[in-house]
């Protein structure tokens, strides 16, 4: 037997911000909160299902910047210039790690400096 990943979780000072930032970027939904957190995931999937969902925990002493783990985006309706901008305009921000200029991917951080990076490929829509 195999374990699944259920669940991402993202320490942060402001939940409900980065809810709001990574529903737009993914499409997901608002599936929970309490009071200092917030679960959103794939319309229609909530808990368990296929794809992970994401716990926005509020933290005193969130880390930003470059995490032991990242998360990796690739469009899914629209080329890698399109979706930068997209993401762009939804409050994400450009971040050095060094880059060569070179590379076919974007380091980007959301509202609270939490570096990903957006890839190339285009992938299907589940």
Wanted: include cysteine; proline fraction near 7%.
């Amino acid at each position: 037997m195999s374990c699944r990943i259920s669940e991402l979780v993202l320490n942060c000072s402001d939940p409900v911000l980065l809810a709001r930032f990574w529903g737009e970027v993914l499409g997901y939904v608002e599936l929970d909160s309490g009071e200092d957190w917030v679960e959103i995931g794939p319309p229609d999937a909530g808990f368990g299902g296929l794809q992970p969902t994401i716990i926005l925990s509020r933290s005193t002493s969130p880390r930003a910047g470059r995490l032991p783990l990242h998360i990796d985006v690739n469009p899914v309706d629209r080329d890698q210039d399109a979706e930068l901008e997209r993401l762009l305009a939804l409050g994400a921000r450009p971040a050095d790690v060094g880059q060569t200029g070179e590379e076919n991917w974007h380091v980007l951080q959301d509202p609270e400096g939490n570096e990903f990076c957006l890839l190339r490929k285009q992938l299907e829509v589940l």
